[in-house]
T-cell receptor, first 115, second 112 residues
Framework: DAGITQSPRHKVTETGTPVTLRCHQT?????MYWYRQDPGHGLRLIHY???????DKGEVSDGYSVSRSKTEDFLLTLESATSSQTSVYFC??????????????FGAGTRLSVL | GQQVMQIPQYQHVQEGEDFTTYCNSS?????IQWYKQRPGGHPVFLIQ?????EVKKQKRLTFQFGEAKKNSSLHITATQTTDVGTYFC????????????FGQGTTLQVKP
C-alpha cells in the first residue's frame, strides 16, 4: 500500500464543534483528495489539491474547508460539525494525470460520528 | 455536472456463479478505473481502461470499456468467497484534471 496515513482513525464529536482530519503521505504525490463515503452514494469528492496551496472544490464541499501547506499534508476541517457530516472520510493521492499516474491510492479512512 | 451511474447496487450470488456490474457515464470519459473495497477496508485500484472498446482480463475478472467511452463493465467468472466486497467504477472526464467521478458501487455477496 502507498504511504498514506489518516488521523484520527475514529472520532466522536458534538454538533457545532470544529473538527480537523489529517492526511499525511510519504510518496511525494502531487494530487491529494478528500472523499466521504455514505451508503448508497459511493465516494463523493469533497475537495482536492493539485499542489501546495492549490485546492479546489469537489461535488460536496459545503461545510468543509481544506489546507495544504506542505506536499505531504492535506487537512480537512469541518468548521462547525453537523450530524449530516457523520460519515467515513477517505484521503487519496495520485501522482499526475497521464498514463498510470492518475491512479488513486487511498488511506485507511476516518470514521467520524457527529452527535 | 458529470455523473457516473452504476448498477446493480447489490448482488447476491452462489459461489461459482458469474457476476457483472455495469457503469454508465453521462459524458465521454478519457479513461475509466475500477476499484475494489473489502468490507471494512479502503478502495484498492484494480485496473484502468483508456482505449475505446478496450478489454482487459485479470484471471477471472474481465473489464470492458465501451466504444463510445461512456460505459464500462466488470464481469467475474465463477465467483469465489474472496470476491466479496464493493466494486466501484470511476471515470475521468476529458479535461484530465486528475479528478475521478465514482459510481455508487456494487456490493457483491457470495454464498459458499
Amino acid at each position: 500500500d502507498a504511504g498514506i496515513t489518516q488521523s484520527p482513525r475514529h472520532k466522536v464529536t458534538e454538533t457545532g464543534t470544529p473538527v480537523t482530519l489529517r492526511c499525511h503521505q510519504t510518496e511525494n504525490h502531487r494530487y491529494m483528495y478528500w472523499y466521504r463515503q455514505d451508503p448508497g452514494h459511493g465516494l463523493r469528492l469533497i475537495h482536492y489539491s493539485y499542489g501546495v496551496k492549490d485546492t479546489d472544490k469537489g461535488e460536496v464541499s459545503d461545510g468543509y474547508s481544506v489546507s495544504r501547506s506542505k506536499t505531504e499534508d492535506f487537512l480537512l476541517t469541518l468548521e462547525s460539525a453537523t450530524s449530516s457530516q457523520t460519515s467515513v472520510y477517505f484521503c487519496a493521492i495520485s501522482g499526475g494525470t497521464s498514463g498510470g499516474e492518475n491512479i488513486q491510492y487511498f488511506g485507511a479512512g476516518t470514521r467520524l460520528s457527529v452527535l | 455536472g458529470q455523473q457516473v451511474m452504476q448498477i446493480p447496487q447489490y448482488q447476491h450470488v452462489q459461489e461459482g456463479e458469474d457476476f457483472t456490474t455495469y457503469c454508465n457515464s453521462s459524458t465521454t470519459l478519457s479513461n475509466i478505473q475500477w476499484y475494489k473495497q473489502r468490507p471494512g477496508g479502503h478502495p484498492v485500484f484494480l485496473i484502468q481502461l483508456v482505449k475505446s472498446g478496450e478489454v482487459k482480463k485479470q484471471k477471472r475478472l474481465t473489464f470492458q470499456f465501451g466504444e463510445a467511452k461512456k460505459n464500462s463493465s466488470l464481469h467475474i467468472t465463477a465467483t469465489q468467497t474472496t470476491d466479496v466486497g464493493t466494486y466501484f467504477c470511476a471515470g475521468e472526464g476529458s479535461s484530465n484534471t486528475g479528478k475521478l467521478i465514482f459510481g455508487q458501487g456494487t456490493t457483491l455477496q457470495v454464498k459458499p
